[in-house]
């Protein structure tokens, strides 16, 4: 049986990021600004107790690992299950990506910030090629080969609508032995379960806005127990920072939570931290669970106080703002192309192209400062495309290979003229 990856698109430039925040838990990255992830999970807030132990070792069940040296510092040995050896070279991306989200270096002055900067990640190839496809044995191996070698966490942004036997022993083997096995709810916009994350002690985690609103992809349904922030930034080992969208996405911010929680007090079960991060999440609509709270799930357990320290004062006030984030949603059909001006204040843009036929056929690109910033495919039925712009009206282009009517919606988030 086959899975299929859940890849959201990244984008391979970014321009320069904006200054960072005042908060003192804020790390000096030059992406960290678009990462709303951890501040909206307050994993970043977690950070002034802990950003991670080597001790702690989260492993990726995926397509392997490219080094990222000044960004992946804690990497131990792993192991490819399909060519049962110890190469675990990354030719697809997707692991890579994955395991940035969870243990990206931060405070380094040099890409992003991941969730647990010092906890260790051990990849585990379980597809390889560039279509990344994996079977449900090969899985089923790498989860009891990441049991066995010391992992405490392990994470599988892969996901099929195929119940397998064997994958569910190795989900229970996991289960037995007090390891948290954290999976990706799927990319489907239905309810319907997909594996191994719909497994019986399965974390499985669904992606949201930064409303704690489903993302229009997102699987649903009671069975989800979960949900994290769909939309990433990830370090990509030619390109540095990029910005991904997708189930893909969401589980490796739960594991780097549960990462950090681990590392604060490593002599917690992992139905303790489980039952933490359930018991503390923001209910959202459409799932059985709800938003991830890092913070919260601490002072479940009794590692922090109920509120985090304030940050300092301003050093002076801040002017009236003139500008304001918001939503725009832009609905239409495309055929050969489209073109949809915006007028954007200066701050970061997401950008993102829904709609199966549009997102599978067509790209989407956008001009600005005279870099040409061009979403790629990943996702079936969405692009993602992010950037950091100057005040000024942009043109996005949606461009397609045919004249076949294809419907799309454009979701914009930036900063817009009050």
Same mark, same amino acid.
């Given at each position: 049986?086959?899975?299929?990856?859940?890849?959201?698109?990244? %984008?391979?430039?970014?321009?320069?990021?904006?200054?960072?925040?005042?908060?003192?838990?804020?790390?000096?990255?030059?992406?960290?600004?678009?990462?709303?992830?951890?501040?909206?999970?307050?994993?970043?807030?977690?950070?002034?107790?802990?950003?991670?132990?080597?001790?702690?070792?989260?492993?990726?069940?995926?397509?392997?690992?490219?080094?990222?040296?000044?960004?992946?510092?804690?990497?131990?040995?792993?192991?490819?299950?399909?060519?049962?050896?110890?190469?675990?070279?990354?030719?697809?991306?997707?692991?890579?990506?994955?395991?940035?989200?969870?243990?990206?270096?931060?405070?380094?002055?040099?890409?992003?910030?991941?969730?647990?900067?010092?906890?260790?990640?051990?990849?585990?190839?379980?597809?390889?090629?560039?279509?990344?496809?994996?079977?449900?044995?090969?899985?089923?191996?790498?989860?009891?080969?990441?049991?066995?070698?010391?992992?405490?966490?392990?994470?599988?942004?892969?996901?099929?609508?195929?119940?397998?036997?064997?994958? %569910?022993?190795?989900?229970?083997?996991?289960?037995?032995?007090?390891?948290?096995?954290?999976?990706?709810?799927?990319?489907?916009?239905?309810?319907?379960?997909?594996?191994?994350?719909?497994?019986?002690?399965?974390?499985?985690? /669904?992606?949201?806005?930064?409303?704690?609103?489903?993302?229009?992809?997102? *699987?649903?349904?009671?069975?989800?127990?979960?949900?994290? #922030?769909?939309?990433?930034?990830?370090?990509?080992?030619?390109?540095?920072?990029?910005?991904?969208?997708?189930?893909?996405?969401?589980?490796?911010?739960?594991?780097?939570?549960?990462?950090?929680?681990?590392?604060?007090? #490593?002599?917690?079960?992992?139905?303790?931290?489980?039952?933490?991060?359930?018991? *503390?999440?923001?209910?959202?609509?459409?799932?059985?669970?709800?938003?991830?709270?890092?913070?919260?799930?601490?002072?479940?357990?009794?590692?922090?106080? /109920?509120?985090?320290?304030?940050?300092?004062?301003?050093?002076?006030?801040?002017?009236?703002?003139?500008?304001?984030?918001?939503?725009?949603? *832009?609905?239409?059909?495309?055929?050969?192309?489209?073109?949809?001006?915006?007028?954007?204040?200066?701050?970061?843009?997401?950008?993102?192209?829904?709609?199966?036929?549009?997102?599978?056929?067509?790209?989407?690109?956008?001009?600005?400062?005279?870099?040409?910033?061009?979403?790629?495919?990943?996702?079936?039925?969405?692009?993602?495309?992010?950037?950091?712009?100057?005040?000024?009206?942009?043109?996005?282009?949606?461009?397609?290979?045919?004249?076949?009517?294809?419907?799309?919606?454009?979701?914009?988030?930036?900063?817009?003229?009050?």
């Amino acid at each position: 049986m086959r899975r299929l990856l859940l890849l959201g698109l990244l %984008l391979l430039v970014l321009a320069p990021a904006l200054a960072a925040g005042t908060a003192r838990a804020d790390p000096n990255d030059p992406s960290w600004p678009a990462q709303w992830g951890p501040r909206l999970t307050r994993a970043s807030d977690l950070w002034q107790v802990s950003t991670g132990d080597p001790g702690i070792v989260i492993a990726v069940v995926d397509t392997g690992l490219t080094p990222i040296p000044a960004e992946l510092t804690q990497v131990v040995p792993g192991w490819d299950i399909v060519g049962n050896d110890d190469t675990t070279g990354d030719a697809n991306g997707h692991g890579t990506w994955v395991s940035s989200v969870i243990g990206a270096l931060g405070n380094n002055g040099v890409g992003i910030a991941g969730y647990c900067w010092h906890c260790s990640i051990m990849p585990v190839r379980v597809a390889e090629g560039r279509e990344g496809g994996a079977l449900a044995s090969s899985i089923a191996g790498g989860i009891r080969w990441a049991v066995d070698h010391g992992a405490r966490i392990i994470n599988v942004s892969l996901a099929s609508n195929g119940y397998d036997i064997g994958e %569910l022993g190795a989900i229970e083997y996991a289960e037995d032995r007090g390891v948290i096995v954290v999976g990706a709810a799927g990319n489907t916009g239905s309810s319907d379960p997909l594996y191994p994350a719909g497994y019986p002690g399965v974390l499985a985690v /669904a992606g949201t806005d930064e409303n704690d609103v489903l993302d229009d992809w997102s *699987t649903f349904g009671s069975w989800v127990s979960l949900a994290a #922030p769909g939309c990433e930034m990830v370090m990509d080992p030619n390109a540095g920072p990029a910005y991904g969208c997708g189930s893909s996405f969401a589980p490796p911010a739960v594991s780097g939570i549960a990462g950090l929680l681990l590392s604060i007090d #490593p002599g917690l079960t992992a139905n303790q931290v489980e039952n933490a991060l359930r018991a *503390t999440a923001h209910p959202v609509q459409g799932i059985g669970g709800g938003e991830v709270d890092a913070w919260a799930a601490a002072n479940y357990l009794g590692l922090v106080p /109920a509120s985090p320290p304030p940050p300092p004062p301003p050093v002076e006030p801040a002017a009236a703002p003139t500008s304001s984030r918001q939503v725009l949603l *832009t609905e239409g059909v495309v055929r050969r192309k489209a073109v949809i001006r915006l007028q954007l204040a200066a701050g970061p843009l997401y950008l993102q192209l829904i709609g199966r036929a549009a997102a599978a056929n067509c790209s989407m690109s956008m001009r600005s400062s005279g870099v040409l910033y061009v979403a790629l495919p990943g996702e079936k039925k969405i692009r993602s495309l992010a950037a950091t712009v100057k005040a000024g009206d942009y043109n996005v282009t949606i461009s397609c290979p045919d004249a076949r009517a294809k419907s799309y919606s454009l979701d914009a988030t930036a900063m817009f003229p009050n």
